[in-house]
């Protein structure tokens, strides 16, 4: 498990915005399967595609990072 912390919040901050997670998974340019890895905490959040998730979920990169 990578980072569930980070996991968790990603799955928030989509539900809380009212996104699927198939499509959070394309307008990130990712798959669904590696979205719902990260979101288990199974896959590592490359920088790149963290970066785009925020924007796309409309929250700074430290909103997602906090610390517990």
């Known amino acids: 498990m990578e980072d569930m912390h980070l ?8 539900k809380l915005k ?9 307008k990130s340019g990712v798959s669904l399967a590696l979205l719902g890895a990260m979101e288990r905490g199974n896959r590592r ?6 970066d785009k998730i925020a924007n796309i979920l409309d929250v700074s990169l430290s909103e997602l990072k906090l610390p517990r």
């Open 7 to 14: 996991a968790r919040r990603i799955r928030a901050f989509r």
């Open 18 to 26: 009212g996104y699927t997670q198939q499509e959070l998974a394309d």
């Open 45 to 50: 959040v490359e920088d790149q595609i963290l």
